[in-house]
């Protein structure tokens, strides 16, 4: 099969692939569409053969279930078996937007969607290009990040393609991700909600709008976190390198370690923010101003494009473990081998 990368630069364009792209999904065929975070990999949810190809493509184990994203909390509601309390509440504050919601489904969610799970994830993503998809086709679209399992999450259509060609019908492209990494994964089926991945929906973001304590599944004692969150996740091919946000003389450390490798002869790649452009790294790869957003958005596309460059290496400078700050240490402590902490 051949991949189509679906162009939506023009007016013209956009309701041609659109178009197109709902016609596929329709047909039980894979599309992979922007989000805000990150590019998912679609398909219709009320396709059993279809949300199995997810997982072949992906090679994603059975166990861990997929996201259904909607258009509107409309479409979520014909999906829930009881609405939490809260429910209402966040999805007016976020959706769309980087929030994922785990509530009880009903009968019309496949137990392939959900690993047979009785709970469903459910997002509405902010993409206009995505909405305006969602809209035209009326159904649920269930999708995981549009990458191979364990490799680190698109935030491109090339980056899609590079994965993913000739195993899906197309490749929506919408221009990169802003936000850059997965949503914020929000348990509601729990007397008090629990955060079962951290996003840039933090908790504080969450507890100013629910006025009520909501914890982390990493401070619960035996709460499993969610499934997909116990395998390999978001590792590039070079290894990973993170040096504490603490460290005294962070920049000259990290300037050393790069003059140090270099005479070793390792290739290696500096992911870091403007202020180190001048490190003497041979590949440099900008985290903009060195903001936990601007972490974020350029993370994944940064680590992707250091591997292509070759490098067998990668030192990044980490960031305090809160706020935003906490979901990019999260996929950067499990993509990197090892944390310089004196
Ligand atoms: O931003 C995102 O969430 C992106 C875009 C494409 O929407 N999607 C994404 O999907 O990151 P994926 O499959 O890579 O991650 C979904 C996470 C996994 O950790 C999975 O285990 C968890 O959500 N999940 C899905 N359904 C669940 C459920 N019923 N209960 C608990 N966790 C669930
Ligand atoms: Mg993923």
């Not at 590079?162 to 509601?188: H, Q, R």
């Not at 709460?223 to 920049?251: Q, T």
């Not at 292509?308 to 700050?325: K, T």
């Amino acid at each position: 099969m051949q991949t189509t990368i679906l162009p939506t630069g023009t007016p013209q364009e956009r309701a041609t692939s659109i178009s197109r792209a709902a016609s596929a999904l329709r047909g039980g065929e894979l599309v992979a569409f922007p989000t805000e975070t990150v590019y998912g990999l679609g398909a219709n949810a009320l396709m059993d053969d279809a949300v199995r190809r997810v997982f072949e493509v992906k090679r994603r184990p059975m166990d861990n279930p997929l996201i259904v994203h909607v258009e509107a909390l409309r479409q979520a509601m014909e999906l829930m078996q009881e609405v939490p309390p809260c429910f209402a509440e966040l999805a007016r504050e976020f959706w769309p937007g980087p929030l994922t919601l785990i509530v009880r489904h009903n009968a019309a969610v496949s137990d392939i969607v959900t690993a047979g799970l009785d709970t469903v994830a459910l997002r509405v993503p902010d993409h206009k290009v995505t909405r305006e998809l969602l809209r035209l086709l009326e159904l649920p679209v269930a999708a995981p990040s549009a990458n191979i399992s364990g490799t680190v999450s698109p935030t491109t259509a090339d980056s899609v393609y590079a994965d993913l060609n000739g195993y899906i019908s197309c490749v929506l492209d919408g221009g990169p991700c802003v936000v850059g990494i997965e949503s914020t994964v929000l348990d509601l089926t729990t007397r008090d909600p629990v955060i079962l991945r951290p996003g840039t929906v933090t908790r504080e973001d969450l507890e100013d709008v629910l006025q009520a304590r909501v914890y982390f599944a990493t401070d619960v004692p035996d709460r499993p976190a969610s499934p997909g969150m116990k395998y390999r996740h978001y590792a590039p091919n070079a290894e990973l390198v993170l040096f504490a946000h603490d460290l005294a003389d962070l920049h000259q450390r990290i300037a050393d370690a790069l003059r140090e490798e270099a005479a070793r002869g390792v290739v290696t790649g500096l992911l870091a923010p403007d202020s180190y452009a001048d490190s003497g790294a041979a590949h440099f790869h900008s985290l903009g101003s060195g903001e936990a957003v601007e972490y974020a958005r350029h993370i994944y596309a940064g680590l992707r494009a250091l591997d292509s460059a070759g490098c067998s290496l990668i030192l990044c400078p980490a960031l305090p473990d809160e706020g935003i700050g906490h979901a990019v240490m999260n996929r950067l402590r499990k993509a990197a081998v090892r944390i310089v902490r004196d």
